[in-house]
């Protein structure tokens, strides 16, 4: 399963590393495609791939987190 959600950090979270962590964490592969970061936010859009429970047991795990929002993507606006 393949899917991509945006990342807002708050000015808190935005120099953690919140993505390392995910991978550690569980078997799935990062693709960061697209990110702006600045010293009060962050916002990166991430593609995780794996097996279907891997990657939404890591979507509640990210959502799980104090100061990381998460949204899903919809297929199609950051292609390519």
């Known amino acids: 399963m393949k899917l991509r ?8 979270k935005v ?4 993505i390392w962590k ?4 569980f078997d799935v592969v990062t693709n960061i495609r697209m990110a702006e970061v600045k010293e009060d936010m962050g916002l990166v859009g991430l593609e995780i ?4 429970e891997v990657v939404e047991a890591s979507v509640k795990w990210l959502e799980a987190q104090d100061g990381v929002h998460v949204e899903p993507i919809e297929q199609g606006i950051i292609e390519g």
């Not at 995910?22 to 964490?25: H, I, Q, V």
């Not at 791939?49 to 279907?52: A, Q, Y």
């Open 5 to 12: 959600v945006y990342l807002n950090f708050d000015k808190e």
């Open 15 to 18: 120099t953690e590393p919140v």
């Open 22 to 25: 995910l991978a550690k964490e």
């Open 49 to 52: 791939e794996g097996e279907t």
